[in-house]
Nanobody, 128 residues
Framework: QPHLVESGGGLVQPGGSLRLSCAASGFTSGYYAIGWFRQAPGKEREGVSCISARDGSTYYPDSVKGRFTISSDNAKNTVYLQVNSLKPEDPALYYC?????????????????????WGRGTQVTVSS
């Protein structure tokens, strides 16, 4: 049974940094893509960083480009999200998600949230 567990969220000052982790297990055939998504109260869930497990291609929306970096450690079955220069609009529940099928491009899947497997999220709060 595929399972994703996020960790690393917390309270950070504006301009601060965090590294979120997502531990993946149970993907006996691997996964095609994995990504990070966030949802703030009253807002739709949005993809903020996605990566292809096949070729390492990534996607970032303009709102986080240059500040967020997704990376993976295949030996540990863990995906990371380095979040730098946190802004007031960044606080949200951050989710990790994975998809085992080739549905579309990494960008399209990220924008459409086309992922079957989701973690329960880790909260990121920004406050001075």
């Amino acid at each position: 049974q595929p399972h994703l567990v996020e960790s690393g969220g917390g309270l950070v000052q504006p301009g601060g940094s965090l590294r979120l982790s997502c531990a993946a297990s149970g993907f006996t055939s691997g996964y095609y893509a994995i990504g990070w998504f966030r949802q703030a109260p009253g807002k739709e869930r949005e993809g903020v960083s996605c990566i292809s497990a096949r070729d390492g291609s990534t996607y970032y929306p303009d709102s986080v480009k240059g500040r967020f970096t997704i990376s993976s450690d295949n030996a540990k079955n863990t995906v990371y999200l380095q979040v730098n220069s946190l802004k007031p609009e960044d606080p949200a529940l951050y989710y990790c998600a994975a998809e085992g099928r080739l549905i579309s491009t990494v960008q399209t899947m990220c924008v459409r949230n086309d992922y079957d497997y989701w973690g329960r999220g880790t909260q990121v709060t920004v406050s001075s």
